[in-house]
């Protein structure tokens, strides 16, 4: 079955660095549209960045600039290089894959910015 296993979260400081990855199984990676979402406190779940197959990137205007989706389809993963943290991105960040009217998501990894 599908599996999308996220990992890299954890605490860091304002201004600090993160880079999320999501490792993906029992599907052909190379065909899925790849995204990042994230639900912070008392918030509901928002698009954060999605790469489609062919490698085209789309970043949501608060992240722009400061984090960067990309995938390895050799290790089918997807990463998320997060850079210039605020405390407004405190959230759990889930991997989502989507292909025609398929669509999987992660478990979430918890990423938490506070000095």
């Known amino acids: 079955q599908v599996q999308l296993v996220e990992s890299g979260g954890g605490l860091v400081q304002p201004g600090g660095s993160l880079r999320l990855s999501c490792l993906a199984s029992g599907m052909i990676f190379s065909i899925y549209s790849m995204g990042w979402y994230r639900q912070g406190p008392g918030k509901q779940r928002e698009l954060v960045a999605i790469i489609t197959s062919g490698g085209s990137t789309n970043h949501v205007d608060s992240v722009a600039g400061r984090f960067t989706i990309s995938r390895d389809n050799a290790k089918n993963t997807v990463y998320l290089q997060m850079s210039s943290l605020k405390p407004e991105d405190t959230a759990v960040y889930y991997c989502?894959?989507?292909?025609?009217?398929?669509?999987?998501w992660g478990q979430g990894t918890q990423v938490t910015v506070s000095s």
């Open positions: 989502n894959a989507v292909y025609s009217d398929k669509a999987y």
